[in-house]
């Protein structure tokens, strides 16, 4: 497949300005209408301590800021995305820059994502029979982002400038 011709080509313009956002808002609008269920199907409970019959406000809180800061990355995603590629179409070095300063904390937050996810489970993070359904969620959803976003940073399927930037002859300034 050729590189294409933007730092930020239709499969991953659908991916993080599209399906990115969806998910993180409609993990927003389910934290919101129902917390509870939010904080207690992250993690599979011990059969001798089950979730408690109701959060404190101060969790229900968390669970729906946590959720609302999710979704906000999700929009900014969107909107710089969106940004870079209407007024950058011409600039693809600049549009490659920007992009790589948007997608790198996201690929580090991926990472961190799940390695503090699977970390927080402690023995029984490789005990996948036990885990919830939001759980292999969290995880199948965090590598379906962060598999695409490694494959940004390696320049698959799209511009890089380095790579792709047509040579200039400099005696003639025509491209080659």
């Known amino acids: 497949m050729h590189p294409s011709?933007?730092?930020?080509?239709?499969?991953?313009?659908?991916?993080?300005?599209?399906?990115?956002?969806?998910?993180?808002?409609?993990?927003?609008?389910?934290?919101?209408?129902?917390?509870?269920?939010?904080?207690?199907t992250q993690a599979p409970w011990p059969a001798d301590n089950p979730p408690p019959a109701s959060l404190p406000k101060a969790s229900i809180v968390t669970v729906i800021q946590l959720a609302h800061v999710c979704a906000l990355m999700g929009v900014v995603n969107f909107f710089v995305l969106t940004a870079v590629r209407k007024h950058l179409s011409t600039q693809l070095?600049?549009?490659?820059?920007?992009?790589?300063?948007?997608?790198?904390p996201l690929l580090m937050g991926d990472s961190m994502h799940l390695f503090v996810t699977l970390w927080a489970l402690g023995d029984k993070r490789w005990d996948i029979s036990q885990w919830s359904p939001m759980l292999w969620t969290?995880?199948?959803?965090?590598?379906?982002?962060?598999i695409p976003?490694?494959?940004?940073?390696?320049?698959?399927?799209?511009?890089?400038d380095t790579r792709?930037?047509?040579?200039v002859d400099v005696t003639t300034n025509e491209k080659k």
């Open 164 to 167: 792709d930037r047509p040579e």
């Open 5 to 40: 011709a933007s730092a930020i080509p239709d499969f991953y313009y659908a991916l993080f300005a599209f399906y990115e956002p969806a998910l993180t808002i409609l993990g927003f609008i389910g934290a919101v209408y129902d917390p509870e269920t939010t904080h207690n």
């Open 93 to 104: 070095a600049i549009q490659e820059k920007i992009i790589f300063a948007l997608m790198t």
């Open 138 to 146: 969290t995880i199948v959803l965090g590598f379906s982002l962060m």
């Open 149 to 160: 976003r490694i494959m940004w940073h390696l320049g698959i399927w799209r511009y890089v």
